[in-house]
């Protein structure tokens, strides 16, 4: 089975902090992404990345910058919090064209739920 | 841009009857479709997919219906169980260049026992 864990379910940060979320995969998969979810808005892609130290912008990367040191790591990092980036950020991982898999999907972490006050 | 629309923003559906989700989406270019479902504090969890070349694609009590010319997919659960209340997701993608996937906004599914 596929694990897609995320440092953190639950997080409050102030405005103007720096904040880090971490996410990691156990099955060697080349593809991770992080999206947001919020109501009605569904799930919105941030930043995905194909390979180690390769990083491509989603629709919404504005506020946001990551990470990816090692293959099975992808961290999202907020520069400076703020109030609208309250929202529930989910990770994910695809095993990756480069396979010949052209249709395999995204497995999802659990979540992080983060509450910027 | 919305590009994939999920009008319905909740459903409830009596237990053992059917259940019928429906997507839609703008963009001519997608030809692979996914459904997820989520339930409340956790992450999406893959369910079904189909791609552009088929209308339809079964598995066990889940089917997926897609009419490339209306742009149009829909998931039937047949019969619904009380364990099929969740939120769901369609996602498309295209077959070329990146896995990026976009995903509508999502139905809230209610099974009445």
């Known amino acids: 089975d596929v694990k897609v864990t995320q440092s953190s379910r639950y997080l409050v940060k102030r405005t103007g902090e720096k904040v880090f979320l971490e996410c990691v995969q156990d099955?060697?998969?080349?593809?991770m992404f992080w999206y947001r979810q919020d109501p009605g808005l569904g799930l919105r892609l941030i930043y995905f990345?194909?390979?180690?130290?390769?990083?491509e912008k989603g629709d919404i990367p504005e506020g946001y910058s990551v990470s990816r040191e090692k293959k099975e790591r992808f961290s999202l990092i907020l520069e400076s919090a703020s109030t609208n980036q309250t929202s529930m950020y989910l990770c994910?991982?695809?095993?990756?064209?480069?396979?010949?898999?052209?249709?395999?999907?995204?497995?999802f972490g659990p979540g992080t739920r983060l509450l910027v006050l | 841009d919305q590009q994939v629309k999920q009008n319905s923003p909740s459903l409830s559906v009596q237990e053992g009857r059917i259940s019928i989700l429906n997507c839609d989406y703008t963009?001519?270019?997608?030809?692979?479709f996914l459904w997820y479902k989520k339930y409340p504090a956790e992450g999406p969890t893959f369910l079904i997919s189909?791609?552009?070349?088929?209308d339809k694609n079964e598995d066990g009590r889940f089917t997926v219906f897609l009419n490339k010319s209306a742009k149009h997919l829909s998931l039937h659960i047949v019969p619904s169980q009380p364990g099929d209340s969740a939120v769901y997701f369609c996602?498309?993608?295209?077959?070329?260049?990146?896995?990026?996937?976009?995903f509508g906004t999502g139905t809230r599914l209610t099974i009445i026992p």
């Open positions: 994910a991982s695809s095993l990756g064209r480069g396979r010949g898999e052209s249709q395999e999907t995204q497995y």
């Open positions: 099955m060697d998969h080349e593809n």
């Open positions: 990345s194909y390979d180690v130290k390769m990083k």
């Open positions: 963009n001519s270019m997608f030809d692979y």
């Open positions: 189909i791609s552009s070349i088929k």
């Open positions: 996602a498309a993608r295209y077959n070329f260049g990146n896995e990026k996937l976009t």
